[in-house]
């Protein structure tokens, strides 16, 4: 147990919907990323997020949106979502701000399927 | 260009048996190494990490080697149980002006009864 719960667990939408998925840190922890990974892939890095800040941020479109929380919890939005939008979405919090310097504590993920 | 390569993308192996799998990278400036293990449909959980000073790092069976000179890096696995399947992610953080985290796309292990 990592500490670091994401919910839903598993959902599904049609396209052009919107999702919303959570994510409680690790005690402790101000940073929280975000990962995405499709089916037989590596996570692809979308955003992280530092005392309430996006603090770096991957290769996506900005429909894909976050927030963290006072109590450093966050959020994943995504909008007018898309078949390829169907994968598994880690949360992942850290103790330091920075991508590389905190160990990275995952959740179980939140699997989306986009119908 | 920031690369990480492992080798091999799956294998298979009879429970009981020893087995290595590799990683090679170009990322740099270098900061650190980590090993993940990820069951299928669920989140990766670390194994180890090294920084470029620490040539092993051992983790109850996992034990994880840096060659920081080559760039290579090493995961060793004894006397494999069937929990033991499931993908092994290498990932390096680069450093300075490169700090972001480069992944692996596994080695994906099965190992049978």
């Known amino acids: 147990e990592t500490g670091v719960t994401q919910s839903p667990t598993h959902l599904i939408k049609t396209r052009g919907q919107q999702v919303t998925l959570r994510c409680s840190s690790q005690?402790?922890?101000?940073?929280v990323s975000w990962y995405q990974q499709a089916l037989g892939q590596g996570p692809q890095f979308i955003f992280q997020?530092?005392?309430?800040?996006?603090?770096g941020r991957g290769n996506f479109p900005p429909r894909f949106s976050g927030l963290q929380f006072p109590n450093y919890s966050s959020e994943l939005n995504v909008n007018a979502l898309e078949l390829d939008d169907s994968a598994l979405y880690l949360c992942?919090?850290?103790?330091?701000?920075?991508?590389?310097?905190?160990?990275?504590?995952f959740g179980e993920g939140s699997r989306l399927t986009v119908l | 260009k920031n690369q990480v390569e492992q080798s091999p993308q799956s294998l298979i192996i009879l429970e009981g048996k020893n087995c290595t799998l590799q990683?090679?990278?170009?990322?740099?400036?270098?900061?650190?190494l980590r090993w993940y293990k990820q069951d299928t449909g669920r989140g990766p959980v670390s194994l180890t990490i090294?920084?470029?000073s620490e040539n092993t790092k051992s983790n109850g069976r996992y034990t994880a080697t840096l060659d920081a000179d080559t760039k290579q890096s090493s995961l060793h696995i004894t006397a494999s149980q069937l929990s033991d399947s499931a993908s092994y992610i290498c990932?390096?953080?680069?450093?300075?002006?490169?700090?972001?985290?480069?992944w692996g796309l596994g080695t994906s292990l099965a190992v049978n009864p």
């Open positions: 992942a919090s850290s103790p330091t701000s920075g991508r590389n310097t905190g160990e990275l504590f």
């Open positions: 005690s402790g922890h101000n940073t």
């Open positions: 997020y530092y005392r309430e800040e996006e603090n």
């Open positions: 990683c090679n990278y170009t990322v740099s400036p270098f900061s650190n």
């Open positions: 090294m920084t470029f």
């Open positions: 990932v390096v953080s680069g450093a300075g002006n490169n700090r972001k985290l480069i």
